[in-house]
């Protein structure tokens, strides 16, 4: 089943020491679970307040409509949305002190499929998954993210993303901090999540992805709005060109 998730005049706002301030100012997208998208911009042009404001953090205040399926999802709570099927992969990973992984992926199951997978099967299947993106096994008896280095956090992001298997997953600089074997490695999963029917948003500075998850489009995210949309060409337009000159033709 293709699933689709639609995003409409959807604003965000921060509370400051002046009051609020809008960083989205009205974002409208539309992506299918048969697609890859990916959304580049300047720092600070409102990609990652996009990533946690999708997911309702808390330390935002937002309007507009977000559906999935046709289903409006602006009353629900962080936990509600990743039941529906939203997935966030954060830039930087918090750790869990006195969780240990393999803990916190079968509770994850157990509260998005109702039941915990058997407890003689599970530590087999948990194996299999950390094989394929070269986690060692001891690392599912330690604490979420607690003593991982940058890489190995973001392979635990990917972990919890072929594990959990969301309908969309929102990957919010998965590629930062990664070596080159890292970088292919995290790849690699999010290409297999694809194929297993999840929608990806990935959000990057950086084009080198792109050589192993290729985008259906591309977006340019600027002051809180998409400025502009393409295809795979428009990524390496930006890493050639800079923000500057390609906005400067636009606005």
Not at 30 to 39: K, P, Y
Not at 45 to 65: I, W
Not at 180 to 186: C, F, G, R, S, T
Not at 198 to 217: E, M, W
């Amino acid at each position: 089943m293709v699933h689709r998730l639609e995003v409409k005049d959807f604003k965000s706002s921060v509370q400051t020491k002046e009051g609020p301030k809008e960083i989205l100012k009205g974002v409208n997208f539309e992506a299918l679970s048969s697609e890859i998208h990916v959304l580049m911009g300047p720092n600070g042009s409102g990609k990652s307040t996009l990533a946690y404001s999708l997911m309702d953090h808390p330390d935002y205040s937002t309007s507009g409509s977000v559906k999935m399926d046709g289903k409006e999802m602006d009353l629900m709570t962080p936990d509600e949305r990743a039941k529906e099927g939203l997935f966030l992969g954060m830039q930087y990973p918090v750790e869990v002190p006195g969780v240990p992984l393999t803990n916190f992926l079968r509770t994850s199951l157990k509260a998005l499929k109702g039941e915990a997978p058997a407890l003689r099967s599970w530590p087999a299947i948990l194996k299999g998954y950390m094989e394929r993106l070269k986690i060692d096994p001891q690392f599912a008896y330690r604490n979420v993210n607690e003593g991982f280095s940058g890489g190995e956090k973001k392979r635990a992001e990917i972990l919890q993303l072929e594990v959990l298997k969301p309908k969309f997953a929102i990957l919010d600089e998965i590629d930062s901090g990664l070596d080159v074997d890292a970088l292919k490695i995290v790849s690699e999963g999010i290409c297999r999540s694809h194929e297993e029917g999840c929608g990806i948003i990935l959000i990057t500075h950086y084009a080198r992805i792109l050589k192993y998850v290729k985008p259906d489009f591309v977006h340019l995210f600027y002051k809180g709005r998409i400025a502009m949309s393409g295809g795979k060409d428009l990524a390496y337009k930006i890493e050639e060109e800079g923000y500057d000159d390609i906005l400067s033709s636009i606005l």
